[in-house]
């Protein structure tokens, strides 16, 4: 179903909603032989957690995430680590593409509506990320400019300024519940759509439409289906 109001503008999450966030396939990559085979799930799984936890205390650049991350989840799972490689997988993040089908939705569903990308990726890379996606957008908005990451409900706060709208003229579009949709709900979004990419479990209690192709976002928004 469609929501009941036009939005002044559609908000998005970036990296894993709209772009293929390929960090675990760079990781493996970038470690090669020394990530053995019988401590590799683990040590991406922890690696993602530090990330979320990275993201929640004091600002710091991007990188540093990156690197903090992967320091705390070598010394998890007693691997040596190195700044050369953490440094290497964050210069590999501008490179990644979108999921299939986004460039093509993005562009019809801004044929009717402002698109803004709010991301945790640094300046920089935002930019390039959001011209990897060869789509039209008012706004990017990236955790360099806030001073804080999402899930933090400040760059929420910065959104609502930036933009000069209240909670109910937007609707937020993100791959994570964790990372996005929790905090939008405190924050008073009503209408959020989860694109479900199989990161998370579905937390329906939140309040979002979930779809599982990008395709139905425009419908969503109130634009016929093609």
Not at 57 to 63: E, I, L, M
Not at 94 to 116: F, K, Q
Not at 168 to 178: C, F
Not at 200 to 216: Q, S, V
């Amino acid at each position: 179903m469609a929501f009941d109001v036009k939005p002044k503008f559609v908000t998005f999450d970036m990296n894993g909603t709209l772009i293929k966030f390929s960090i675990n396939d760079t990781m493996r990559e970038v470690l090669g032989d020394r990530l053995p085979a019988e401590v590799a799930d683990e040590y991406l799984r922890i690696c993602k957690a530090y990330r979320i936890d990275e993201c929640t205390g004091a600002y710091q650049p991007f990188h540093q995430v990156v690197a903090r991350s992967m320091e705390r989840a070598s010394r998890s799972v007693g691997l040596e680590y190195r700044d050369d490689e953490a440094r290497a997988v964050y210069e590999r993040i501008p490179t990644w593409g979108p999921y299939p089908g986004v460039t093509e939705a993005l562009n019809r569903l801004a044929e009717a509506v402002p698109l803004v990308i709010i991301t945790n990726s640094d300046t920089a890379h935002a930019v390039r990320l959001a011209e990897n996606l060869k789509a039209p957008f008012e706004v990017v908005i990236s955790a360099e400019e806030m001073g804080v990451y999402k899930p933090r409900l400040r760059a929420f706060e910065y959104m609502f300024d930036k933009l000069g709208v209240t909670p109910d003229e937007l609707v937020h579009v993100s791959a994570s519940p964790m990372y996005d949709h929790r905090s939008a709900a405190i924050m008073g979004i009503e209408n959020k759509v989860y694109m479900d990419r199989g990161w998370e479990h579905d937390e329906h209690w939140l309040g979002y439409e979930r779809i599982t192709d990008i395709a139905d976002l425009p419908v969503l928004c109130g634009l016929p289906r093609p």
